[in-house]
């Protein structure tokens, strides 16, 4: 029964675990920075994937990879105008960890310093195709100084904690117990 568990149900469970906290932290931080025209955007979901991806193998990882797929759509259905994107930007950013992975050492801050990359690709990439998609308006000088830095301190600071927390979930995860 818990193997089952852990084989199927435990990488969704986390994900959607993370998905909920996407929307739940911004509602925490808005208040604090409100009036002064910043905005804090937390990407949980995307680190855990980010490191679950370096940390992962065999079954575990195609569940991932699945995983990734339809929280990128609910993602989507939830906070997007546009059906398909973080669909495919997830999975592609965790299969890019991937192959990269062969070249990371696996050491704390290596592992910190590309999910914070990730995050950037994932957050530069984002604002280059909403633009040439025209459904944003706002200068990338806006971006880079009201979303962008807020988010990416918010995001490193967080990477610290998934880092932390993961480690132990992903020992559970593949012992055979």
Known sequence: MIKAFKQYAALPLLLLLAFYLDG???LVFVPLTAGSGYRMDAAISLLVIVYLTEHLAGHQLKVLYITSAV???LF???YNQILGIHLFIWPLLAYLTRQLQR?????FYSEWLWMIASYVLYTHGLYLLYRLLGLNF???GEFFINRFVPSLILNAFLAFIVI???RYFTKWLMTDK
Not at 103 to 107: D, E, K, S, T
Request: net charge negative; no cysteine; charged share 5%.
């Open 24 to 26: 739940a932290l911004p």
């Open 71 to 73: 929280i990128g759509a």
């Open 76 to 78: 989507d259905l939830y």
């Open 103 to 107: 070249w990371i050492h696996h050491h």
């Open 138 to 140: 706002f200068a990338y």
């Open 164 to 166: 932390a927390v993961l």
